[in-house]
């Protein structure tokens, strides 16, 4: 079976890029983008994928998005393939000329739906907003229009289903992201906190340098891309700006840098808001590695509190110091249940769910939802 994939833009290599690149490997499929930076690919680990180009778009919001939106609109590969899986929010509008189709859904486009009153708050300046908020309705009846040419829908997350449900009225089956547990490895509790995240601002990074600035004894090590575009340059500038001098920040770094990252920090932590998944949790559970997030979104169904680390509710300074505390003392006791935590999420489950929806079979049990308490064994 010949099948394609459709992801926005592979300029900036994070998560769902990630799925992308995974699922055009692993099916043997090629991969239709926009901006595309062969570099990054080949150094997150992924080689010998067939990425093929329908465009150029700009680097800026909003056109970047209008741009990707119309591309893929305006894409027809006629009957070259036999099935075609949408991995990006803005390329939805494939759907209409490629059928049978699945999207993979990430998130409903965050800044037009759930993140529309946190975006328009603290990226849009204010004499701006009354051109955001026409833009969001614009897109708001394109996105639900353009969905009603989807096939199948699956999902990343409990949270995300929900999302799906309330937003777009259409019903998901959750498969969890491929995580590549086999090559990820334990090595020793160090001496750094590790944070994995892009630099925008919903990840709210600023609470994690403002505890390490409080935590003078601790170091934090933070790996984080962001695009080019303004707005992730002006959010990127910022946190550069104001960190402590315990703090690094790492850009861009290699699949075998990141790796090594993982196998040597102390502990993670990542403090997104209302994250979709949280595939970076799993990784550092897949290296044996206790997570401290919030009691938000994705991670209520990855991290299991006071086994695999610690969920905090109603995220804020002195809660964030309290749980890096309480787990610096000993590290080392999360590391067989965070192990065990990560198989439930490798990537052969991930494939194997795919090509069962592929195929129009039933979803294995490993792609039910599920509650954290039952997952862990």
């Known amino acids: 079976m010949k099948i394609a994939i459709f992801h926005n833009a592979l300029d900036n290599i994070g998560g769902a890029e990630i799925v992308g ?36 778009i700009p680097l800026n919001a909003p056109l970047r998005q209008q741009a990707a939106l119309a591309r893929f609109r305006h894409l027809n590969l006629g009957k070259k393939y036999d099935f075609y899986i949408i991995d990006g929010d803005w390329a939805i509008s494939a ?19 759930d993140l529309y009153e946190y975006t328009r708050q603290h990226s849009v300046p204010f004499e701006l907003r009354w051109i955001f908020d026409a833009w969001v309705r614009i897109n708001r009846h394109l996105n639900r229009k ?22 777009l009225g259409r019903e998901a089956t959750i498969i969890h992201p491929p995580i590549e547990t086999t090559k990820f490895h334990y090595q020793r509790n160090g001496d750094f906190w590790l944070s994995v995240n892009r630099l925008i601002t919903h990840k709210r990074v600023d609470l994690q340098l403002e505890a390490f600035r409080q935590l003078p004894n601790e170091r934090l ?17 910022y946190i550069k700006n104001m960190k402590p001098n315990n703090v690094e920040i790492r850009s861009w770094v290699s699949h075998a840098e990141l790796i090594d990252l993982y196998a040597n920090c102390k502990g ?30 994705g991670y209520r169904e990855t991290v299991i509190a006071g086994k695999t680390g610690e969920l905090i509710d109603h995220i804020e300074v002195p809660k964030l110091i309290q749980a890096i505390q309480k787990i610096g003392k000993n590290p080392e006791i999360y590391k067989s249940a965070c192990l065990a935590q990560a198989q439930y999420f490798d990537t052969k489950i991930f494939i194997t769910a795919i090509q069962n929806l592929i195929d129009k079979k039933p979803a294995p049990s490993s792609a039910i939802k599920y509650k954290p308490t039952e997952i862990y064994r």
Not at 105 to 113: G, K
Not at 146 to 167: D, E, F, I
Not at 273 to 282: I, R, Y
Request: aromatic share 10%; hydrophobic share 40%; glycine share 4%.
């Open 146 to 167: 353009y969905v009603t040419h989807v096939n199948q829908l699956a999902c990343n997350s409990l949270n995300t289903q929900n999302r799906v449900k309330t937003y």
């Open 21 to 56: 690149l995974t699922l055009a490997r692993e099916l043997k499929a090629d991969i239709y983008s926009t901006n595309i930076d062969h570099d990054k690919i080949q150094k997150m680990g992924f080689s010998n994928i067939n990425i093929k180009s329908i465009g150029k």
């Open 95 to 113: 759907a209409v000329n490629h059928k049978p189709n699945l999207w993979y859904v990430h998130s409903p486009i965050r800044e037009i739906w």
């Open 221 to 237: 090590m933070i790996v984080g891309s962001y695009e080019q575009s303004r707005h992730f340059k002006r959010y990127a500038d």
């Open 268 to 297: 993670f932590i990542t403090t997104a808001k209302d994250e979709d998944f949280g595939m970076t949790a799993v990784e550092a559970m897949a290296a044996g590695k206790s997570v401290i997030a919030v009691n938000e979104g």
